[in-house]
């Protein structure tokens, strides 16, 4: 997300402009550190909560729209519709950016634990796997124990 923004790569090069003079280990993390702090301030600087952003940008578009229904068509409502939408558009693929990140780190951090997370993606992938039906000759078999029956017998 934060990649996608123009002012990023400026920012990175700012703090890491900056000289500091000891040996090289000591050098790469007083610049790593300024650039993190830099990086925390830029993100609530430039943007703040996603989600109540995407929030207020509908509300945007809805008090807009609301006008156009009660005011009738006017080109100046039009235009302010046309930058609300694409506010909002900009926002929502800035929160499915965020939420793909998320889920990225969730993938990362829990998948090869043993832990609940394992646990649900194996009961999903078990719950799809599952024969629901099973026709033999003519009959259809939809209850689990006559199908595991019909099954073990055969």
């Not at 790469?28 to 990086?39: E, P």
């Not at 609301?66 to 046309?82: A, H, K």
């Not at 694409?86 to 951090?109: C, T």
């Amino acid at each position: 997300m934060w990649l996608k923004h123009d002012d990023c790569r400026k920012l990175v090069q700012e703090s890491w402009r900056n000289q500091v003079y000891v040996c090289p280990m000591f050098i790469l993390g007083q610049k790593l550190k300024r650039l993190k702090s830099a990086f925390r301030t830029w993100n609530t600087e430039v943007f703040g909560n996603i989600h109540t952003r995407v929030k207020n940008s509908l509300a945007v578009v809805d008090v807009i729209q609301n006008c156009i229904n009660e005011n009738g068509p006017e080109q100046e409502l039009f235009d302010r519709e046309v930058l609300a939408q694409n506010q909002l558009l900009s926002d929502l693929v800035m929160e499915e950016d965020f939420w793909k990140e998320k889920s990225r780190l969730n993938w990362h951090i829990s998948w090869d634990r043993n832990t609940n997370f394992f646990h649900k993606v194996t009961k999903i992938r078990q719950v799809t796997k599952t024969m629901s039906l099973l026709k033999v000759g003519d009959e259809i078999m939809t209850s689990q124990s006559d199908i595991a029956n019909h099954v073990l017998d055969y």
